[in-house]
């Protein structure tokens, strides 16, 4: 099974487990960062999104999809208006959510999921550096 099949499948396992990834992925999120808790105004809402959009990224990164590269610039360029975001807070988000996962799938996670999603998971660190470095220099043109 390729990285991308990997990952789908334990999308699909989460689902079937009924369980809710992103309630404690915040709550494990703002006890590591507990200034960060008052950005969010709405949690209810706005960890549906940033949940969702994290794991579909990670998909999209396996599956080498077109719409990835611009989604993670879109959202690093978004994410400035909610003050300077440390590296190191995405880095944890990033990595908490892949544990979250891992716990919602339960038993049927294995060194093979693991290993595509963790893969996947430094792609994006990486990426959302390249993206603020190009933002930064400019290099998306000019801010609004
Ligand atoms: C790859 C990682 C991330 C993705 C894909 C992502 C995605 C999103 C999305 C799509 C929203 C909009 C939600 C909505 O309007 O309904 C959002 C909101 C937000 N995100 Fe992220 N996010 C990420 C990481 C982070 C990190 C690490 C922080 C903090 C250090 C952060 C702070 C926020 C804040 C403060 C909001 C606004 C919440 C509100 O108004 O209630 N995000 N994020």
Same mark, same amino acid.
């Given at each position: ?22 309630? @404690? ?8 960062? @507990? ?31 077109? =719409? ?15 003050? @300077?975001? @440390? ?21 049927? =996670? ?6 595509? =999603? ?16 190009? =933002? ?9």
């Amino acid at each position: 099974m390729n990285a991308a099949d990997l990952m789908t499948e334990s999308l699909a396992a989460a689902a079937e487990a009924g369980w809710e990834i992103r309630e @404690p992925l915040f709550t494990r999120f703002f006890k590591a960062f @507990p200034k960060r808790r008052a950005a969010f105004l709405v949690p209810q809402a706005s960890s549906i999104r940033m949940t969702d959009e994290t794991l579909q990224i990670m998909l999209g990164l396996a599956e080498g999809a077109d =719409w990835v590269w611009p989604q993670i610039a879109d959202i690093v360029f978004t994410h400035r208006a909610y003050g @300077p975001l @440390p590296i190191a807070e995405y880095d944890a988000f990033i990595d908490m959510t892949v544990k979250e996962l891992a716990r919602a799938v339960g038993a049927s =996670w294995s060194a093979a999921h693991q290993q595509a =999603w963790q893969t996947q998971a430094d792609v994006l660190k990486q990426k959302i550096r390249d993206a603020r470095r190009e =933002w930064a220099a400019g290099a998306f043109g000019n801010d609004v």
